[in-house]
């Protein structure tokens, strides 16, 4: 038996800890959305084998929240001894007759949204992994596949079947969602139909690493940057929605998801325009943002956006780790821009200049950001867990000051180019979070697959935005990129 190991996962993981412990912050999620054509019984078992091949190789995977804290009161995480299949794995069967709560999405797009509210909304149980996943079995649908659904009568049909890799946000950044997703379908694709059932619980008998700390691998005490390097500061200029931040009363906590999805065409073409233009589609969707709540809110002094980057470059760790080597950037839009938005008449040229140059402002600060190692100074300030504690608890009471959120996970490609070689196909990938108390008031989230089409899953608290606000967002953001694509 391997010996227990236990750590408060550094920095990163003060920060989140302290945010779940508070009801600040819940999770986060990287969804897979797979086909595949295996009776179920056999996906299911090719799937246990997997999750517990991800499990021996990433060791993050092995630790969750346990009951000893600090002499400071940080919670500690531990090494498990052994591992259950009820405590990661949750399989939920939907009917064909499931309906979809919202004209905008399929029945079982209604079905994962709900999912991922509940899961995002729940706080994490003591003693149990600090992560698990979602397996949401589908009926074929027509719009899924691409065609007329085979009948149930036949033998094998092709089905959508749903992987949600929820964590606890201290033990893994949004990249290593991707990361997790990766080790499944490499591990799914090597594992035979015949294999013998796996067995659980899975007995932890190999050495468990100590977790991959973003601080061991950066020098935090780096020299004091001259005043011409120092990164721009803005934090205490107003910003959208300025609302007063309060926790919900009671149990009344609800984190919100909206989704859109972006056809691959759509996709390519507005990649190819960004490109024709040196900006990012991240930066080009913040521009879009900017617009249209400069619109909606007529009275917003000025936006503040926050986007999350990696640090892997900075820290060499490999892209398939699972590990939380992230920081977080701010922008800041003035009042006098959104005044000169709101002058453009909608879908102008003069308006779609005003996107570009946001969008080209973006990349320039991410550019700044980097260069002038500003990571450093954001994790170097962090408090301790008393200070930390304290701090957040001030925030109560006082006006919001981030707008929103937008990040980009990336790109979900398949393990093999070979369509008789895939037993399960990623057709779409979406990332999503729990929405944030004291934070900014929505975040936007993109993620993709190659050849396949974007998702923009947007995230919320319930109360602290209206739902038509999100939804008008969410259509205006789709309708703007198709007219992209459309050379409108």
Same mark, same amino acid.
């Given at each position: 038996?391997?010996?227990?190991?236990?750590?408060?996962?550094?920095?990163?993981?003060?920060?989140?800890?302290?945010?779940? &412990? /508070?009801?600040?912050?819940?999770?986060?999620?990287?969804?897979?959305?797979?086909?595949?054509?295996?009776?179920?019984?056999? /996906?299911?078992?090719?799937?246990?084998?997997?999750?517990?091949?991800?499990?021996?190789?990433?060791?993050?995977?092995?630790?969750?929240?346990?009951?000893?804290?600090?002499?400071?009161?940080?919670?500690?995480?531990?090494?498990?001894?052994?591992?259950?299949?009820?405590?990661?794995?949750?399989?939920?069967?939907?009917?064909?007759?499931? =309906?979809?709560?919202?004209?905008?999405?399929?029945?079982?797009?209604?079905?994962?949204?709900?999912?991922?509210?509940?899961?995002?909304?729940?706080f994490w149980p003591v003693g149990k992994p600090a992560w698990r996943i979602i397996v949401i079995h589908?009926?074929?649908?027509?719009?899924?596949?691409?065609?007329?659904?085979?009948?149930?009568?036949?033998?094998?049909?092709?089905?959508?079947?749903?992987?949600?890799?929820?964590?606890?946000?201290?033990?893994?950044?949004? @990249?290593?969602?991707?990361?997790?997703?990766?080790?499944?379908?490499?591990?799914?694709?090597?594992?035979?139909?015949?294999?013998?059932?796996?067995?659980?619980?899975?007995?932890?008998?190999?050495?468990?690493?100590?977790?991959?700390?973003?601080?061991?691998?950066?020098?935090?005490?780096?020299?004091? $940057?001259?005043? =011409?390097?120092?990164? /721009?500061?803005?934090?205490? *200029?107003?910003?959208?929605?300025?609302?007063?931040?309060?926790?919900?009363?009671?149990?009344?906590?609800?984190? $919100?998801?909206?989704?859109?999805?972006?056809?691959?065409?759509?996709? !390519?073409?507005?990649?190819?325009?960004?490109?024709? *233009?040196?900006?990012?589609?991240?930066?080009?969707?913040?521009?879009?943002?900017?617009?249209?709540?400069?619109?909606?809110?007529?009275?917003?002094?000025?936006?503040?956006?926050?986007?999350?980057?990696?640090?892997?470059?900075?820290?060499?760790?490999?892209? *398939?780790?699972?590990?939380?080597?992230?920081?977080?950037?701010?922008?800041?839009?003035?009042? #006098?821009?959104?005044?000169?938005?709101?002058?453009?008449?909608?879908?102008?040229? &003069?308006?779609?200049?005003?996107?570009?140059?946001?969008?080209?402002?973006?990349?320039?600060?991410?550019?700044? &950001?980097?260069?002038?190692?500003?990571?450093?100074?954001? /994790?170097?300030?962090?408090?301790?867990?008393?200070?930390?504690?304290? #701090?957040?608890?001030?925030?109560? !009471?006082?006006?919001?000051?981030?707008?929103? &959120?937008?990040?980009?996970?990336?790109?979900?490609?398949?393990?093999?180019?070979?369509?008789?070689?895939k037993p399960m196909v990623l057709q779409r990938l979406m990332m999503t979070q729990s929405g944030s108390?004291?934070?900014?008031?929505?975040?936007?989230?993109?993620?993709?697959?190659?050849?396949?089409?974007?998702?923009?899953?947007?995230?919320?608290?319930?109360?602290?935005?209206?739902?038509?606000?999100?939804?008008? @967002?969410?259509?205006?953001?789709?309708?703007?990129?198709?007219?992209?694509?459309?050379?409108?």
């Amino acid at each position: 038996m391997a010996e227990q190991k236990t750590s408060t996962f550094g920095i990163c993981g003060r920060m989140f800890s302290i945010a779940h &412990e /508070l009801g600040y912050y819940r999770s986060v999620a990287v969804t897979g959305i797979y086909s595949s054509s295996l009776w179920k019984v056999d /996906l299911e078992k090719k799937l246990d084998a997997s999750v517990q091949a991800a499990i021996r190789e990433h060791p993050a995977l092995c630790y969750g929240l346990s009951n000893q804290t600090t002499d400071d009161g940080l919670t500690i995480f531990a090494s498990f001894k052994e591992v259950h299949r009820d405590d990661l794995i949750e399989v939920i069967n939907y009917p064909s007759e499931t =309906s979809s709560e919202e004209m905008s999405e399929s029945a079982a797009d209604s079905v994962l949204r709900q999912r991922l509210e509940k899961a995002h909304t729940s706080f994490w149980p003591v003693g149990k992994p600090a992560w698990r996943i979602i397996v949401i079995h589908h009926p074929a649908e027509k719009s899924f596949l691409g065609g007329a659904a085979r009948s149930d009568s036949e033998t094998l049909e092709e089905r959508r079947f749903d992987i949600a890799f929820v964590f606890h946000h201290a033990i893994a950044d949004g @990249l290593s969602g991707l990361a997790f997703h990766n080790a499944i379908m490499k591990h799914f694709s090597l594992i035979s139909n015949a294999s013998s059932e796996p067995e659980w619980p899975l007995v932890v008998d190999w050495d468990v690493s100590l977790p991959n700390l973003v601080e061991d691998r950066i020098d935090l005490n780096n020299p004091q $940057r001259p005043d =011409s390097e120092q990164p /721009l500061m803005h934090g205490d *200029q107003p910003a959208w929605p300025g609302d007063t931040i309060s926790l919900p009363p009671g149990n009344g906590y609800r984190s $919100r998801l909206h989704m859109a999805i972006v056809p691959p065409e759509t996709l !390519g073409s507005s990649l190819k325009f960004c490109k024709s *233009q040196g900006i990012t589609l991240t930066g080009y969707l913040h521009g879009l943002i900017c617009v249209f709540l400069s619109r909606e809110a007529a009275e917003a002094p000025g936006f503040r956006l926050v986007t999350p980057y990696s640090l892997r470059q900075f820290t060499k760790t490999s892209a *398939q780790d699972i590990v939380f080597h992230a920081a977080s950037m701010a922008m800041y839009l003035p009042g #006098s821009d959104l005044t000169a938005i709101r002058k453009t008449q909608p879908q102008s040229q &003069e308006e779609s200049e005003h996107v570009i140059k946001i969008a080209k402002d973006f990349s320039e600060s991410m550019a700044r &950001e980097v260069a002038t190692s500003s990571y450093i100074d954001e /994790l170097r300030d962090v408090p301790d867990a008393i200070e930390f504690r304290k #701090s957040a608890l001030g925030i109560l !009471g006082k006006r919001r000051t981030k707008s929103y &959120e937008i990040s980009n996970l990336g790109v979900g490609q398949n393990p093999t180019a070979d369509p008789d070689a895939k037993p399960m196909v990623l057709q779409r990938l979406m990332m999503t979070q729990s929405g944030s108390v004291i934070g900014h008031a929505f975040s936007v989230n993109c993620a993709s697959v190659i050849g396949g089409p974007l998702t923009l899953s947007i995230t919320w608290s319930n109360g602290v935005v209206e739902d038509e606000l999100i939804k008008s @967002l969410s259509l205006y953001l789709k309708r703007s990129l198709e007219r992209l694509s459309k050379g409108e």
